[in-house]
């Protein structure tokens, strides 16, 4: 089993920066990849963001590139996603999710777990 919590969301203006956290229990990140996923209101949840722990390679939704970066701490307990230039639009709920074994990692159905979700509000 694993467990995610999510910290770092909160209200924001437009161009401003936030750093989400999230820390996981139980097993590590090693050998699956770690995604952030996002949720506004009346919208699907979508991709954001994952991390492949044993390439260390990362990928992007569109609108994230060259805005949002995803990382990892050295002990693998803990992905950060770290959000520049925000934007009104990218207001939602934040979701981390592990345990993704292939290569579908742009798909909620490819995760295992997930943590409960930080808020992000940006305002204009």
């Known amino acids: 089993q694993v467990q995610l919590v999510e910290s770092g969301g909160g209200l924001v203006q437009a161009g401003g920066s936030l750093r989400l956290s999230c820390a996981a229990s139980g097993r590590t990140f090693s050998r699956y990849v770690t995604g952030w996923f996002r949720q506004a209101p009346g919208k699907e949840r979508e991709f954001v963001a994952a991390?492949?722990?044993?390439?260390?390679?990362?990928y992007y939704t569109d609108s994230a590139k060259g805005r949002f970066t995803i990382s990892r701490d050295n002990a693998g307990n803990t992905v950060y996603l770290q959000m520049n230039s925000l934007k009104p639009e990218d207001t939602a709920i934040y979701y981390c999710a592990a345990a993704c074994y292939s290569g579908s990692y742009y798909v909620t159905g490819c995760y295992n777990y997930w943590g409960q979700g930080t808020q992000v509000t940006v305002s204009s």
């Open positions: 991390i492949n722990w044993r390439g260390g390679n990362s």
